[in-house]
Structure formats: structure tokens, C-alpha cells
């Protein structure tokens, strides 16, 4: 699905995951049913895993932005 191809392509950019789920483009084409089973998907899992693990390496969680 394109949403889902979308929210792995912006989190991989280093987006953060709840930014990209408040974008028009994702809040307009998700149910919230729908939206929690996207957030189910291997692929998904795998590029939070991967955002979680950089921010471990660099020690860059987020908290001063």
C-alpha cells in the first residue's frame, strides 16, 4: 500500500514516526483501524528498529527539539 510504502520512506529519512502519521497525506487516507494494523507491518517495525538504533548511536533522541 502507498501510505504504508510512504510512512517507511519518511521514517527512513529520519522522520520522526509521529510526524509522518499527523501528515495530511497519511491522517487522509487512514482510519484509525487502519492505521493501527500499518503499524503492525514488518516493514514498518523494522524502520522504527533501525530510527531506534541510530538514535543510540549518535545520542540524538529528540529531547532538545
Same mark, same amino acid.
Given at each position: 500500500? +502507498?501510505?504504508?510504502?510512504?510512512? !517507511?520512506?519518511? $521514517?527512513?529519512?529520519? +522522520?520522526? =514516526? #509521529? &510526524?509522518?502519521?499527523? &501528515?495530511?497525506?497519511?491522517?487522509? +487516507?487512514?482510519?484509525? &483501524? +487502519? =492505521?493501527?494494523? $500499518?503499524?503492525? #507491518?514488518?516493514?514498518?517495525?523494522?524502520?522504527?528498529?533501525?530510527? !531506534?538504533?541510530?538514535?543510540?548511536? #549518535?545520542? &540524538?533522541?529528540? =529531547? =532538545?527539539?
Amino acid at each position: 500500500e +502507498r501510505v504504508v510504502e510512504y510512512v !517507511i520512506r519518511e $521514517v527512513n529519512a529520519g +522522520r520522526k =514516526l #509521529t &510526524d509522518a502519521l499527523a &501528515d495530511p497525506y497519511v491522517k487522509n +487516507r487512514l482510519s484509525e &483501524d +487502519r =492505521l493501527s494494523k $500499518v503499524l503492525e #507491518t514488518p516493514e514498518v517495525v523494522s524502520a522504527l528498529e533501525e530510527q !531506534i538504533a541510530q538514535s543510540f548511536k #549518535t545520542h &540524538d533522541f529528540g =529531547l =532538545l527539539s
